[in-house]
């Protein structure tokens, strides 16, 4: 009595495993991601690299997830122009190589 | 006056002279001073506040104006005003309450045929302006190529 009712207890689990990998494979198939603009490249790129194991994945930058409301995004785009305004402020300040191409921390290029 | 970079390095009493010659706007906060494509007839000089200028971009297929330039007290904008072919190649709003001096081309204009040197130093003054403008653009589009050639080249 015990064996069978931890066969059919099993026989539940594995059915269940099964549905989540079948819904999980046929969602969103008929409306494919909306991707943010320039991220389509990046994107594109990653998924054409070889998979290799211990390699981290690239972490694509924020604004490339879909997920990010328009809102946010347009924040992130407004402190990326200021940021870059500031850093060509430098530069023309003390006009260098260096400074021209100085990094900044922006979450829209980073 | 001589915080006004358009009149820098005028006599306060010609800078009051210069100034006389415009008109004051008020504008509420989310006004538009001048929109993109506008014909461009008066240069502005901010007194209060500060003003948005933008752009027209294309985000997830909605148009949006994103932020290009910011100009606060004692600035100047709307330089096309006195650039043929006088039309504004942007857009300047008002994020707060906010106030400029109008200076019409056609006033300015008559002004400087009597007065010469003032008009000299005007015409110095604008075009440390546009200067100032095309170096820092150009080095935030330098800036922008250097990240493409890393992308594409990474």
Not at chain 1, 81 to 104: G, K, T, Y
Not at chain 2, 5 to 23: I, K, M
Not at chain 2, 75 to 102: K, M, N
């Amino acid at each position: 009595m015990e064996m069978l009712l931890m066969g059919a207890c099993l026989s539940v689990f594995g059915m269940a495993v099964v549905c989540l990998a079948f819904g999980a494979a046929t969602r969103d198939l008929g409306n494919p991601p909306v991707v943010a603009p320039g991220a389509g490249k990046e994107m594109a790129r990653a998924a054409a690299s070889p998979a290799r194991f211990f390699v981290e994945p690239p972490v694509l930058p924020m604004a490339a997830h879909s997920s990010v409301p328009i809102e946010a995004l347009l924040l992130q785009i407004e402190n990326h122009v200021r940021q870059e305004h500031a850093a060509a402020e430098c530069f023309l300040a003390s006009p260098s190589a260096l400074l021209l191409h100085s990094r900044s921390v922006s979450t829209f290029v980073n | 006056m001589t915080d006004i970079d358009l009149l820098r390095g005028l006599a306060p009493d010609e800078a009051a002279r210069v100034l006389a010659l415009g008109e004051r706007v008020e504008l509420g906060a989310g006004e538009e001073l001048f929109h993109l494509g506008d014909s461009a007839e008066s240069i502005y000089l901010v007194v209060l506040g500060h003003l948005r200028l933008t752009l027209p971009m294309q985000v997830r297929n909605h148009e949006e104006d994103v932020l290009v330039e910011e100009r606060s007290s004692g600035q100047t904008v709307g330089w096309s005003a006195l650039i043929p072919p006088y039309r504004f190649t942007l857009t300047a709003i008002a994020p707060v309450d906010a106030e400029v001096i109008a200076l019409s081309r056609e006033a300015l204009n008559a002004y400087f045929e009597e007065h010469p040197a003032t008009g000299y130093a005007v015409s110095l003054n604008v075009s440390c302006v546009i200067g100032h403008r095309l170096q820092l653009f150009q080095a935030m589009w330098l800036r922008e190529v250097q990240r493409m050639v890393e992308l594409r080249c990474a």
